[in-house]
């Protein structure tokens, strides 16, 4: 069962063990893994993971760890795809409130699927979605 959507950051920062990641945060991701259930991911986080190892902000790495985490037996995490259906939900996500592309698109794949979104970001979360931090 498909438990939330996670935003690239708190996946990143998740895979790594980061204290940065909230406490309710961790406590969603260990949930889901307990129970057998999924934390989705949009596919654009896999496209902003490279792009943000290209440019150096992240590591090179945390792309191939991530593929690993995915390819993993009974793996917590999923990619959900970027179709006709997240696309027509994002007009309900207020381009003011949440202006960056990648933000918007995992925040309407949340909304779409109908799941809390798992995110720090403040724009996001003063955006009216449900999400955890």
Known sequence: MLRSVADTHALIWYLYDDPRLSTPARTEFEAAAANGDVIG???????????????????????????????????????????????????????????????????ATARFAGVPLISRDRQIRLAGLHTIW
Not at 43 to 58: D, P, Q
Not at 86 to 107: F, G, H, K, Q
């Open 41 to 107: 991911l949009s596919v654009i986080s896999l496209a902003e993971i490279v792009y943000l190892g290209e440019k150096g902000r992240i590591h090179p790495d945390v792309f191939g760890r991530l593929l690993d985490a995915l390819d993993q037996p009974g793996a917590v995490l999923r990619v959900l795809p970027l179709d006709r259906a997240v696309v027509e939900v994002m007009p309900n996500i207020d381009r003011s409130a949440v202006p960056d592309l990648p933000d918007r698109v995992i925040a």
